[in-house]
């Protein structure tokens, strides 16, 4: 791995992969090429590499802290990632709610979900309400109240971890995840709707526990004996046999082995990437290109689904949508430029100045910005 301090730079290209399974899920496709199809149906496994890559980097990260300083400063650890996150969620969402106001006019359902937004609750609205399609183009941002879910916890979770045996933390761990498959096969026994299940952290968990894993090292000593190039295809074949199963949007009992594979997929992939030795596939990852792009991958993450909807009116103009190939493929690379283009502008402007502040309460530097 071509760590530079506390920085691991292919994490980021793996970071923008992520988001780019993630984009392909959200656009258009032609069915007749069954590689696309695959990929767009199942997309949404890069929200899982997004979560699993996570839940590595506060594992790895607060472990040096907690070397150096003989504790975690949760304080501070709050603090860095609310100005990490909240000044391009919060533009953001107030953006849309305006646009959806001037659209729509002011609902109850409005303010509802805007209350789910502001708290971070909104992927418990989307459990039992389905996606927020009140709030143009908010749909997918369940993503952000989850992952405050789990920031919430985790500094507290891993102060603890760190002070026991690698053992001990692995039975705690599977522990967890024994009871999770637990709450999920409650939920599936009592047919509880799409999307419950993908939207909670208690239901859907496996590639954070899977990172945290990689990340406290609890398998070491046993991946360590395994080539990256065996794990990365282990890792790859995991999720091929996701997309053999039903897609999570049903309540059906295979999702008691999609979510596993999922974890064990994900966690492999990036057990792979760290350990390196990947020939080609190890140089594509060190592209300080793709780096970039994973850099500024949150605004991405954020912004693409407006750029779907305008590389859609935009193809539409000049495009026939009976051009089946020509129609999704320019929607596709349209809605990519686009998003990034406008990422990178939100990243230099909006959100630097706050990773510049969240700088001073950094004891572990990692990515220079």
């Not at 603890?160 to 053992?167: A, F, N, T």
Request: hydrophobic fraction near 50%; charged fraction near 15%.
């Amino acid at each position: 791995m071509n760590k530079v301090g506390n920085y691991y730079p292919e994490l980021d290209s793996l970071r923008f992969f992520a988001f780019l399974l993630v984009l392909i899920h959200h656009s258009p496709y032609w069915k007749l090429i069954p590689t696309w199809k695959t990929i767009a149906e199942y997309g949404w496994m890069g929200v899982d590499l997004f979560l699993c890559l996570s839940a590595f980097l506060f594992a790895r990260l607060l472990y040096v802290e907690h070397q150096e300083k003989g504790d975690i400063n949760i304080g501070y650890f709050y603090l860095r990632r609310a100005l990490r996150i909240w000044p391009l969620y919060f533009f953001f969402f107030a953006a849309m709610l305006l646009i959806s106001i001037q659209q729509d006019g002011w609902t109850g359902d409005m303010l509802k979900r805007s209350i789910g937004m502001l708290t971070f609750t909104d992927n418990l609205f989307s459990a039992f309400l389905n996606y927020n399609l009140v709030i143009w183009f908010s749909d997918h941002l369940w993503t952000i109240s989850y992952e405050e879910q789990f920031y919430l916890i985790i500094p507290w979770v891993l102060r603890k971890l760190y002070q026991l045996r690698k053992s001990t933390s692995l039975l705690i761990l599977t522990g967890a995840m024994v009871v999770g498959m637990l709450i999920r096969a409650i939920f599936i026994a009592n047919q509880i709707e799409h999307p419950a299940i993908w939207v909670l952290p208690i239901t859907h968990f496996e590639s954070i526990l899977g990172g945290l894993m990689i990340g406290l090292g609890l398998f070491d000593s046993f991946l360590k004996k395994i080539p990256a190039w065996i794990q990365l295809t282990g890792g790859v074949f995991a999720l091929y046999l996701v997309t053999l199963l039903l897609n999570v949007e049903i309540t059906q009992w295979e999702l008691m082995f999609t979510y596993p594979l999922i974890g064990i997929g994900t966690t492999l992939i990036l057990s792979a990437v760290m350990q390196g030795n990947l020939g080609p596939l190890s140089a594509l990852f060190k592209n300080k290109t793709l780096g970039y792009l994973g850099k500024i991958s949150y605004g991405l993450y954020v912004y693409h689904v407006v750029g779907i909807w305008l590389a859609k009116q935009i193809t539409g103009a000049y495009v026939s949508p009976e051009r089946l190939l020509v129609y999704p493929l320019t929607i596709l690379l349209l809605a990519l430029l686009i998003t990034v283009l406008v990422s990178m502008l939100s990243y230099q402007f909006l959100e630097k100045p706050f990773l510049r502040l969240k700088e001073r309460f950094t004891f572990i530097k990692s990515r220079p910005i």
